[in-house]
């Protein structure tokens, strides 16, 4: 009998799509920080023009760069984290206790985090003072990086069940073939 993978392929489509966007949508936020906040640091030097209007993008480049940056690294599993407790219980029946029970609090505070983030995005009704941009737009970095962060947590959520493996598996390969990086806890 030959096992469908038709979903599993989807779902890791979806998955390396979601990478390049939030790699992209971050890296691109943080061009824009590095280049504007260079131009009004030479522009205090060299008064060539005014750059009144730079806050404003270097608060939406900022709040967007810091929420996709999260989401990437909670997609990938690269977060800062101790790790002492979960690896010390590793392979037992109180670790697999364990991550089950980290990863419904993280899918707790996500949620909570996500559904006031979205209050926040739809009762924000000041602009921005240049632009006139309104200030929603800066909001909806978190409920978007939040419900991207809330699916996440429910696959480590699934596979901490199934496999009985701590909070944030490092054995599931995010890419066919590849691993996730672990981060120094230096």
Same mark, same amino acid.
């Given at each position: 009998?030959?096992?469908?993978?038709?979903?599993?392929? =989807? &779902? !890791?489509?979806?998955?390396?799509?979601?990478?390049? /966007?939030?790699?992209?949508?971050?890296?691109?936020? @943080?061009?824009?920080l590095l280049v504007i906040i260079a131009a009004v640091?030479?522009?205090?030097?060299?008064?060539?023009?005014?750059?009144?209007?730079?806050?404003?993008?270097?608060?939406?480049?900022?709040?967007?760069?810091?929420?996709?940056?999260?989401?990437?690294?909670?997609?990938?599993r690269a977060h800062f984290r101790v790790e002492v407790?979960?690896d010390w219980l590793g392979g037992s029946r109180a670790?697999?206790?364990?991550? =089950? &029970? !980290?990863?419904?609090?993280?899918?707790?505070?996500? /949620?909570?985090?996500?559904?006031?983030?979205?209050? @926040?995005?739809?009762?924000?009704?000041?602009?921005?003072?240049?632009?006139?941009?309104?200030?929603?737009?800066?909001?909806?970095?978190?409920?978007?990086?939040?419900?991207?962060?809330?699916?996440?947590?429910?696959?480590?959520?699934?596979?901490?069940?199934?496999?009985?493996?701590?909070?944030?598996?490092?054995?599931?390969?995010?890419?066919?073939?590849?691993?996730?990086?672990?981060?120094?806890?230096?």
């Amino acid at each position: 009998m030959r096992k469908d993978t038709t979903g599993s392929t =989807i &779902l !890791l489509k979806i998955d390396r799509g979601l990478a390049v /966007v939030l790699r992209w949508g971050a890296t691109t936020c @943080l061009v824009a920080l590095l280049v504007i906040i260079a131009a009004v640091v030479f522009v205090r030097f060299v008064p060539l023009a005014s750059m009144g209007w730079a806050d404003e993008i270097v608060e939406f480049a900022f709040a967007w760069m810091v929420f996709l940056c999260s989401a990437e690294l909670w997609r990938k599993r690269a977060h800062f984290r101790v790790e002492v407790v979960p690896d010390w219980l590793g392979g037992s029946r109180a670790g697999r206790i364990l991550g =089950i &029970l !980290l990863n419904l609090l993280s899918l707790i505070f996500f /949620v909570v985090f996500t559904v006031e983030g979205l209050r @926040l995005s739809l009762q924000a009704t000041d602009r921005s003072p240049i632009f006139e941009y309104p200030k929603a737009l800066w909001y909806l970095s978190m409920p978007l990086s939040g419900a991207i962060m809330i699916a996440y947590t429910i696959r480590d959520l699934w596979v901490s069940i199934l496999r009985g493996q701590c909070s944030r598996p490092s054995s599931i390969p995010l890419e066919q073939g590849k691993e996730p990086s672990k981060p120094s806890t230096r």
